[in-house]
């Protein structure tokens, strides 16, 4: 609401009743215009031994309406159960809209937008219940059966289906690792001599290499270039080295760094 909002009184005094009723019955209300000529039942009030007594039958018609073939045919009979309003306070209010559907010009014009009318306060609550019946079990029984139904399904189709989306032949990844192994072409074993040559220059530049880095350098097939790494690497398992290769102690230009620290 904005903060200019005008809230209309008028209606403060007026007493008015608050009528719930299931889901499946209002759901049903909204299409009376369509098959019941605006007709959703008929209302019996009476009193027995001295409290209101109020049945609802509702319209044959609404009653079997069925939008998909499963759906099933809605118990006709109903009672209201009559519930004090005195312990709370209810007010029943609207909000006016630019031109709401089914208001007059005249209407429209009187509120404007966002404006707010207190339409009176509930003196009395009712519940509208299905009767209890063979009926009522049954509709029961097939609207838990709907609930329990999986929102989807696997079909078997017996004709091809126009609109559909077709794999792609290839991904983009794949296109491009087949590119590059193309122009690569199959790595050629070198002379055990010149891997080591090529590896030996490498150690001298960095002590640690990840395998993947000593295949970019050699260019060499990785299990012929494990073979010699066996020979003259170390492959480290622990950190902070962990998953490294550095040559053996016996291949190394540089010395193992020594302790500095004194006797204890």
Same mark, same amino acid.
């Given at each position: 609401m904005s903060e200019k909002t005008e809230l209309d009184l008028s209606g403060a005094n007026r007493n008015m009743w608050l009528v719930k009723v299931p889901k499946y019955i209002s759901q049903r209300w909204e299409k009376a215009d369509n098959t019941s000529d605006g007709v959703i039942g008929s209302l019996r009030i009476g009193q027995k031994l001295g409290k209101p007594e109020i049945s609802f039958n509702m319209?044959?018609?609404?009653?079997?309406?069925? !939008? *998909?073939?499963? %759906?099933?045919?809605?118990?006709?009979?109903?009672?209201? @159960?009559?519930?004090?309003?005195? &312990?709370? $306070?209810?007010?029943?209010?609207?909000?006016?809209?630019d031109n709401p559907d089914g208001a007059s010009e005249s209407t429209s014009k009187s509120k404007k937008k966002s404006d707010v009318a207190i339409e009176g306060k509930v003196i009395q609550r009712m519940e509208c219940r299905p009767v209890g019946g063979d009926h009522y079990m049954k509709m029961k029984r097939l609207q838990i059966q709907q609930a329990?139904?999986?929102?989807?399904?696997?079909?078997?189709?017996?004709?091809?289906?126009?609109?559909?989306?077709?794999?792609?032949?290839?991904?983009?990844?794949?296109?491009?690792?087949?590119?590059?192994?193309?122009?690569?072409?199959?790595?050629?074993?070198?002379?055990? !001599? *010149?891997?080591? %040559?090529?590896?030996?220059?490498?150690?001298?530049?960095? @002590?640690?290499?990840?395998?993947? &880095?000593? $295949?970019?350098?050699?260019?060499?097939?990785?299990?012929?270039?494990?073979?010699?790494?066996?020979?003259?690497?170390?492959?480290?398992?622990?950190?902070?080295?962990?998953?490294?290769?550095?040559?053996?102690?016996?291949?190394?230009?540089?010395?193992?760094?020594?302790?500095?620290?004194?006797?204890?």
């Open positions: 319209n044959s018609k609404l009653a079997k309406l069925k !939008d *998909k073939a499963d %759906d099933p045919e809605l118990t006709v009979e109903h009672k209201f @159960q009559v519930l004090s309003a005195m &312990d709370r $306070v209810l007010t029943v209010y609207t909000e006016a809209t329990q139904k999986p929102v989807r399904i696997t079909q078997q189709l017996n004709s091809h289906v126009v609109k559909t989306f077709k794999p792609v032949r290839d991904h983009q990844m794949n296109i491009e690792f087949n590119r590059m192994k193309k122009e690569q072409g199959k790595k050629a074993r070198m002379d055990a !001599d *010149k891997v080591k %040559d090529l590896l030996f220059n490498a150690f001298e530049r960095h @002590q640690y290499y990840t395998f993947k &880095d000593l $295949v970019g350098i050699t260019q060499q097939p990785s299990p012929y270039l494990k073979e010699i790494l066996r020979e003259i690497g170390t492959y480290n398992v622990k950190a902070p080295h962990k998953f490294m290769w550095e040559l053996k102690p016996e291949y190394r230009h540089y010395q193992e760094p020594k302790d500095e620290a004194g006797p204890s």
